[in-house]
């Protein structure tokens, strides 16, 4: 599963007026977006996230400041650093996650496939370990 997470570099255009970047579904990203939010005013000690989704995909987007993402699928571990308005990192289904390390400034785009509902979140560590084992194991 973390194999499947990635970097996304979305293209830039700009002038001396400033730069924009255009980021569409199912192109620059691999699936139609339902839902967009944001998180901000986060402490850098503070951890959000901590939960995966059977069915959710995300990007997120460091549109300004940095953050830390780390993700986990059961056996693996990566973190990443988003630190630049133009870089995204794509988060299948079934990836836990872990937002931290905010700056002061930051603000961190969610983009995910699903609309919220609440019963499609695994927010407990040891439940998703058990989860991914009967994943890996055929029991589900």
């Not at 995966?52 to 056996?75: C, P, Q, R, W």
């Not at 995204?88 to 872990?98: E, F, N, Q, T």
Request: net charge negative.
């Amino acid at each position: 599963m973390i194999e499947q997470c990635r970097l996304i570099e979305f293209p830039q255009k700009g002038d001396d007026r400033g730069h924009l970047v255009v980021v569409e579904g199912r192109g620059d990203i691999p699936f139609d977006i339902k839902r967009v939010f944001y998180i901000y005013g986060s402490d850098k000690d503070v951890i959000r996230g901590r939960h995966a989704n059977y069915h959710s995909e995300f990007v997120l987007i460091n549109v300004a400041g940095t953050s830390m993402v780390k993700v986990d699928d059961g056996v693996n571990q990566k973190i990443y650093h988003l630190d630049r308005p133009h870089i995204g990192i794509y988060l299948p289904r079934l990836v836990w996650k872990d937002m931290y390390g905010f700056s002061g400034d930051s603000v961190l785009l969610c983009l995910a496939s699903e609309h919220y509902d609440a019963e499609e979140y695994i927010r407990d560590y040891d439940m998703y370990l058990d989860v991914m084992r009967k994943k890996t194991t055929g029991e589900v």
